[in-house]
């Protein structure tokens, strides 16, 4: 793996987005955003990620609908975002091939914390 990580954040709110790129950027990761399911796959065909951070809720559907076809244009890595803190969500994130489920707002230490470690699982 490069020593920087690529990872794609998938959502659809471009104040979050936008957050989530300077926190992981200023944690040494090069990032890629994309705030729907069609801009996710475009961008993980032309550039796949090493993380990609899922929102659940997008304009155009359900956000696990995209492991698959991103895992086979090369992503390795899939952590769910979600307004849900319940068990039945996350059992359905883990189910569809999540490592992991994060419960937005994410504080910015945890999010930096726990991406690094998943760069260097991924």
Do not use: N, Y
Not at 19 to 47: F, K, P, W
Not at 74 to 92: E, W
């Amino acid at each position: 793996m490069p020593d920087q990580a690529h990872i794609l954040v998938v959502e659809d709110s471009d104040i979050v987005a936008s957050a989530m790129r300077v926190l992981v950027e200023s944690a040494g990761h090069r990032v890629t955003t994309a705030a729907s399911i069609a801009d996710a796959l475009g961008a993980a065909r032309s550039d796949p990620a090493d993380v990609v951070l899922l929102d659940l809720t997008l304009p155009d559907g359900d956000g696990l609908v995209l492991i698959e076809p991103l895992r086979a244009a090369g992503c390795r890595m899939f952590i769910a975002l979600t307004g849900h803190d319940d068990q039945a969500t996350r059992d359905r994130c883990l189910a569809a091939g999540c490592a992991d489920v994060l419960v937005k707002p994410v504080p910015a230490r945890e999010l930096i914390a726990r991406v690094a470690g998943w760069a260097e699982m991924s």
